[in-house]
């Protein structure tokens, strides 16, 4: 229960704590700045529910000075229950009743939640631990700065309650002794409640201390507003010339946003006589209606908080629920969404409500007015200005998030749309037909809760199903000891493919430079480096992989009148069924969009019982986090405290301003100082696959094999430990071959990491083949379904605007034939991922007839123009018969990659 009323009451002003010290501390680089910044925005933040609260103590001082003659009277003369008596009659005449008295202490209440955000977020922020700021030698410490003998003196906490108490002592000039023992003893509270804590949270606190102080000079002060208006222009502007200067590399669009910002400070005079006018002119009857104002009020509340914490979370997880499901210590994907609609339920509807309580007439009028327009401009965002970003992990990281930058329409629309509704509403309450709205709200709650409640019920059944297939499945378990799973004849012929999802074919070179040994582990090996894929993501790209060229996104839109999941399952089955009816023992492990689901939906072999597919993501994570915990300070919990603690953020992200997203999505951080590891659960999922390739093969068939195992290691690049590219918790040591060239980004370097750690792993499986003695009977296709668009060896240099996107189209491949010898070498022949099929039938007794078209697929081959379409990654975006194509990115490549004039835009038909 506690931890509820902690979500509701603390969480949101812990998030606005966070979201501020992350800001400063990016603009500065210094996290005692950051804490003086954060400590002098909350001040001023707060300052409006101050001052409410300054109004409320006043009226109970006035009212009690008041009073106090009769009160002293009536207790001379009269005694026991008479005096209670005659006291209840007094009180009741002057409209007062003691629990009134509370009312003094609403400053005092307002501090306890804000300080206990603050002690929470900064007592356990790990960023602090070693880091000093002026006197002060580690913020994450208590602060010792006077030692006498062996007794270390913590002088932060002493001075904050000297300034606390000199500036009650102002504050509290002419107030009764009552006031005065109160607010002493809460600065003794707090001096005995910091003494020990890290100097980082108490040097919060004294700052708090010194603006307060500075806040009850200022009422003493002719014109206090205006003063503190010149100090607020001040220090916007002179915040956003520090940030532009000493950070020049930062966006454009950053330096707007900081610019526009600064001029709203600036202009701050102009906004109040703007909104005094809207007051007097529209809002001045409305104001009178209190319970329209109310209505209006809840129902926008409602809304925000459905729409945040319910329907833009419950869309996320309703599109891939399985991904979701045993993440971490969460089991359930439904926590998720209750543990964020708690922690919105105080943003939006607790604090809310609860300001509303305290503000006056015409504030509560403009409040109700404003969460109208919030929850409208929401809607608008959501479901009108959505935008369309590309595939999002379950650590919500975007694959490509240059997409995220919004064209003309998506900057300007949303902030029309945003005007029209203000309008709209301004419109009908001046012709007092504020129902409309209260109609429109209730119409949009109910929309919200339908629309959320139906994401719920998708994501409880699809979790139903998938613990249901877990426990029929009993070799499915993320606990899983090493056990053997691929099978290999010792005498007949093995095929293996390993199917590197988003594996840099130009970044090969340059490992094998790094690591002159995989030029004999990989021996027997053709490379080809003029291969093209014929889609930038999985679901476009990897159906010619399994498939052949009857796969092609051309050949599969041609086919228009079967469903799109048909067409890619049967792709799925080519291979497997192929080798099946010649005999082979067949495995297939993680096959890609199976039945088009992200994972773990196999149902598409189901008539094909002779073949085994399994879930092998994720297997032997547990088991390689225990065997190296020296490299990884891990816990379960990890990963789903990481997506626990961006789903708030991915909530504003999604109900914001398209042309703020970028900036609030921060590269993936979302703003947030915590939990942002560099090696995630995600990579070691698949990378523990590889590590572990030795122990899961077994030399045991007596039939000839084929495996299809799919990796993802490539796919979740993160930054490793070199020179051997391991997984560690701290990283000290990221030094890579693209170093030492400008022209290479920190996307670039993650992936070369990653693609290092895949290729060297293999190569030790490569070994074990070869001690097990079945390399040379065994073919092995290395294949990647597509790129990325990051900078490589082969585009780096090519003029064209596309140079980065045409990483997309360039996948590793490389194979080894039966009994292959000589070292690793390059092949430059033309090829696609397309003639993976071809290449692994040949050299064996499996027939090259597609077992559902009838067609031969050493006939099929065709590439005169190979035609490479960029698509949406999400298999919700082509849930119909054809693909659609986002021409602007899609190309017709001939003959070779390495001349960018073979490079042709697809025109749109």
């Not at 922020?125 to 030698?137: E, N, V, Y």
Request: glycine content about 4%.
């Amino acid at each position: 229960m506690s931890s509820f009323f902690y979500t509701i009451l603390i969480s949101p002003i812990e998030l606005l704590i966070e979201l501020l010290f992350s800001f400063f501390y990016k603009a500065f680089d210094n996290f005692g700045i950051s804490i003086v910044a954060i400590s002098l925005f909350i001040s001023l933040l707060s300052l409006p529910l101050y001052h409410i609260a300054e109004k409320l103590q006043e009226k109970e001082r006035n009212q009690r000075k008041q009073m106090d003659p009769g009160i002293r009277r009536i207790k001379e003369v009269f005694s026991g229950d008479e005096q209670y008596m005659i006291l209840s009659t007094f009180y009741r005449q002057n409209h007062y009743h003691p629990a009134y008295a509370l009312r003094s202490s609403v400053s005092l209440l307002i501090q306890v939640p804000f300080f206990i955000a603050a002690y929470h977020f900064l007592s356990h922020l790990p960023h602090l631990q070693g880091q000093s700021f002026a006197i002060i030698q580690n913020l994450g410490q208590p602060d010792h700065l006077l030692q006498i003998g062996s007794l270390s003196v913590n002088i932060l906490p002493l001075l904050m309650t000297l300034i606390n108490v000199f500036a009650g002592m102002i504050y509290t000039k002419g107030f009764p002794l009552r006031d005065k023992v109160q607010l002493y003893g809460m600065a003794g509270v707090f001096l005995v409640l910091l003494y020990q804590s890290p100097a980082g949270l108490v040097f919060y606190w004294t700052m708090n201390n010194v603006v307060s102080l500075i806040k009850n000079i200022f009422y003493k002060l002719k014109n206090p507003l205006k003063i503190l208006y010149l100090m607020a222009v001040a220090g916007s502007v002179g915040l956003t010339l520090v940030i532009i200067i000493t950070k020049p590399n930062l966006p454009v669009s950053k330096h707007l946003i900081l610019i526009i910002g600064s001029l709203i400070v600036c202009f701050i005079p102009l906004i109040l006589i703007f909104i005094k006018k809207i007051q007097n002119t529209f809002l001045a009857t409305f104001s009178l209606n209190s319970k329209e104002v109310f209505r209006i009020t809840f129902l926008s509340c409602i809304s925000l908080w459905l729409l945040y914490g319910v329907v833009v979370i419950g869309n996320l997880i309703s599109s891939s629920p399985n991904e979701f499901s045993f993440t971490g210590d969460v089991e359930n994907p439904l926590s998720y969404i209750m543990l964020t609609s708690t922690v919105f339920f105080g943003v939006w509807v607790v604090w809310p409500l609860f300001m509303y309580g305290m503000a006056s007439k015409k504030m509560r009028s403009l409040m109700s007015f404003s969460f109208f327009i919030l929850s409208a401009t929401s809607v608008g965002n959501i479901f009108l200005f959505s935008g369309q970003y590309g595939h999002i992990s379950k650590i919500l990281m975007f694959d490509n998030p240059s997409l995220l930058t919004p064209n003309l329409f998506l900057t300007l629309v949303p902030l029309l749309f945003c005007g029209i509704v203000a309008l709209t509403g301004l419109f009908l309450i001046k012709r007092n037909q504020v129902k409309i709205l209260s109609a429109l709200l209730t119409i949009l709650v109910l929309a919200t809760v339908m629309s959320g409640g139906y994401s719920l019920w998708q994501i409880t059944k699809s979790f139903e199903n998938h613990k249901q297939l877990i426990q029929n499945n009993k070799s499915f378990t993320n606990h899983d000891k090493i056990k053997p799973m691929i099978s290999l004849s010792q005498e007949k012929q093995n095929v293996v493919i390993l199917f590197l999802d988003r594996a840099i074919s130009s970044y090969l070179p340059l490992v094998v430079e790094q690591f002159p040994q995989l030029k004999e582990q990989f021996a027997g090996f053709l490379y080809y480096p003029n291969t093209v894929s014929y889609g930038a993501y999985t679901l476009t790209a990897a159906p010619a992989l399994m498939g052949g060229y009857e796969y092609t996104p051309d050949a599969i839109n041609a086919r228009d009148s079967e469903k799109l999941v048909d067409k890619h399952n049967e792709a799925t089955l080519v291979l497997p069924r192929l080798f099946s009816e010649a005999g082979y023992a067949v495995t297939v492990f993680d096959p890609p969009f199976a039945n088009y689901q992200w994972s773990d939906d196999f149902s598409a072999f189901k008539d094909y019982p002779e073949i085994n597919v399994y879930r092998m993501l994720g297997r032997y994570s547990l088991q390689y986090k225990t065997e190296y915990s020296e490299n990884l300070d891990w816990d379960v919990g990890f990963e789903s405290e990481i997506i626990q603690n961006r789903l708030p953020m991915y909530a504003i992200f999604k109900n914001s301003f398209p042309f703020l997203r970028s900036m609030l999505y921060d590269q993936g951080t979302y703003f947030l100082m915590a939990k942002n590891p560099q090696v995630t659960d995600a990579f070691i999922d698949s990378y523990a696959v590889l590590h572990y390739l030795p122990q899961i093969t077994s030399i045991d068939s007596n039939k000839p094999t084929f495996t299809f195992l799919t990796n993802d290691a490539t796919h979740e690049p993160t930054f490793l430990q070199a020179p051997n590219y391991i997984p560690v918790s701290e990283v000290t040591d990221t030094s890579n071959p693209l170093q030492q060239d400008a022209g290479y980004d920190e996307i670039d370097q993650i992936h070369y990491h990653a693609n290092a750690a895949a290729l060297l792993q293999i190569g030790n499986w490569l070994d074990y083949l070869r001690k097990q003695g079945v390399y040379d009977n065994t073919k092995i296709i290395i294949v990647a379904d597509h790129g990325r668009d990051v900078s490589t060896p082969v585009f780096k240099n090519y003029s064209s605007e596309y140079s980065k996107i045409l990483g997309y189209y360039n996948p590793l491949m490389l194979s080894k034939e039966f009994n292959a010898r000589g070292l690793l070498t390059e092949d430059s022949q033309f090829m696609t991922n397309a003639d993976v099929p071809v290449i692994a039938i040949q050299n064996t007794s499996v027939s090259s007839i597609n077992p559902f078209t009838k067609n031969d697929i050493l006939m099929m081959i065709d590439k005169t123009n190979v035609n490479s379409f960029f698509s949406s990654a999400d298999p919700k975006h082509n849930s119909g018969k054809e693909f659609v194509f986002d021409y602007s990115q899609s190309f017709s490549i001939r003959e070779s990659i390495f001349s960018e004039s073979n490079w042709v835009p697809i025109l749109q038909p």
